[in-house]
């Protein structure tokens, strides 16, 4: 009787370490430089939705996703006010989200979001894309603008 008590709250013990852990985890690694908590902020005032209604309708597919799988861990104003806008950025950031603890982002819905952000970008923030264009590499420039291209040519109306 006295093992089977000892065992139950090991047990006990270990699911809400489990639990607080992760809290705890997720807690710690939220831990920013002040320079990089103020610039998240400031992308977390934004607005949280992005009106997708003329959009293609795969895009507004994958801005679901992306509502639902981002939301999960973050504001969705954080992404959507962000001050990436270039596919090689949107690639590492969606990257780095998946690579996180209890992110269940898969590498088909990694896809899917990296494709309505890169495409949202080129029509929401073209201003953004067309500045940082400009100051690319001429080799990243190519490629940045390729991507935003296939992107197009792939879900834009003929």
């Known amino acids: 009787m006295k093992i089977t008590r000892q065992i139950t709250t090991i047990l006990l013990g270990g699911v809400i370490l489990g639990a607080t852990g992760a809290g705890l985890g997720r807690a710690i690694a939220q831990e920013l430089d002040a320079e990089t908590k103020a610039r998240v902020e400031r992308f977390e005032k934004g607005p949280a939705t992005i009106d997708v209604s003329k959009y293609p309708d795969a895009i507004k597919e994958y801005y679901e996703l992306f509502s639902h799988k981002c939301s999960q ?33 898969s590498a088909a819905d990694g896809k899917k979001v990296y494709e309505f952000l890169v ?20 080799e990243d420039k190519t490629t940045n603008e390729s991507k935003i291209k296939e992107l197009h040519d792939k879900y834009d109306a003929k």
């Open 119 to 138: 495409y949202d970008s080129s029509i929401r923030k073209k201003a953004m894309v067309d500045d940082k264009l400009t100051k690319a590499k001429p």
């Open 73 to 105: 861990c973050h504001k969705l104003s954080r992404p959507i006010n962000s001050d990436y806008a270039l596919p090689d950025e949107w690639s590492r950031y969606i990257k780095r989200m998946m690579y996180k603890p209890g992110s269940n982002i």
